[in-house]
């Protein structure tokens, strides 16, 4: 499920030709305006303001005008109604969760050429590519399986790696605090020890959670060929965006038959020649 908090939202904003209306609404008889996008927010034009409230749950129905897709968003909560220089105002909302197939939909909305991809990714947060498994077809290819398997064993390798270095770094303040150092000596080596692991948890958190996610979104490939095909440029942004290098060179050397454990040892080695 796609949650975060409002300071994590993307901040750049695509103008695209949608129209909004609720859920009921099939025709689009009662349609708004669409404004403008993003992977996990939308704006749209309204005459009266009292129409929505701040805070406010919505489930919307959306159609992509370029495409003529239609879709629709259980999760959309109002985040402000802002008055605009055309006389309506506009009504800024969050994408809380979405499915699979909601994903997919709204990403083609979003990402309709290379440069606004590159522009949108660059932004872009882990959590976005996240979406509720239930309601979420899965895959009905084996061969996604095996892909999911492989990032999924890449995940628990990296995470056992992870605590190894949990480890060196409890090992390590022990150390500290048995010398023989002055105390400021000792500050300022705990100081120094405290940061870099600092650095080290937030990318080993990501890291791990990266690869799930990758898996998540392999098990979930439609089976519709061209949606099929829109999925794994999905994932390849996604790939692109949230793998190091050191991860992807360990995962196309698990598509050459080594473990996830080689896999990662290797590319280590690789990429420091």
Known sequence: M???DLEQRQSSRFVR?????NHEDETFSAA??????NLTGLGFFIDDPDLFLPQQRLSL????????????????????????????YLCGCHISHVTSNQLLAHHRLVMTDAETALVSMETSKLSEFNFMEDGSELSTDESDFQEASMALNLAVSQSESNQQ??????QSVESIFASTQSSDMKLQDLKEEFE???????????STIAFATLAKLL???????????????????????????????AYDFMHQGLDADEALEIAQEYLKK
């Open 61 to 88: 129905r959306i159609k992509n005008e370029q495409t003529d897709e239609v879709y629709c968003l259980e999760g959309v909560e109002v985040i402000h109604l802002r008055p605009d220089d055309s006389g309506k």
């Open 165 to 170: 270095e949990v480890a060196r770094f409890v």
């Open 219 to 249: 098990a979930h490939t439609p089976a519709e060929p061209q949606d099929k095909l829109a999925w794994k440029t999905l994932i390849s942004d996604f790939e692109t965006r949230f793998l190091s290098e050191e991860q992807q060179v």
């Open 32 to 37: 708004f305006e669409g404004a403008d996008v």
């Open 196 to 206: 870099d692991f600092k650095q080290y948890l937030g990318q080993m958190n990501e």
């Open 2 to 4: 796609i949650q975060m």
């Open 17 to 21: 030709p949608f129209q909004v209306t």
